[in-house]
């Protein structure tokens, strides 16, 4: 419909040359890697979603009424064996992370 029509045929070879490395660059980048993209912050981003995750469950069991939560495995246990370990690990390796970037 809309075709732009390049005569000059440096443009145009610049052109494909760019959607090439465009279609390979996307076929690289696989299933995550389009969710998440590439570069140096694709494990924040993938930590960052993993931690949202767990505190989404979290607040639903949370919120969810008591008749219908397990009567052994209350809140206290969903945020003492469950959230806070895997929350203090992901800053943890966050902080850990950031430090031997930094060289220390």
Not at 5 to 17: G, L
Not at 79 to 98: H, K, M
């Amino acid at each position: 419909m809309n075709k732009l029509e390049i005569q000059d045929p440096k443009v145009a070879s610049k052109i494909i040359a760019a959607n090439a490395e465009s279609e390979k660059r996307r076929a690289e980048l696989g299933f995550l890697g389009k969710f998440f993209g590439s570069g140096d912050n694709v494990r924040l981003y993938i930590v960052g979603t993993i931690a949202l995750f767990v505190l989404l469950i979290a607040l639903i069991y949370t919120l969810t009424p008591e008749t219908y939560r397990s009567p052994s495995f209350g809140l206290k246990e969903m945020w003492t064996l469950v959230v806070l370990p895997v929350e203090s690990t992901i800053i943890g390796y966050l902080i850990g992370s950031r430090s031997k970037e930094n060289g220390g």
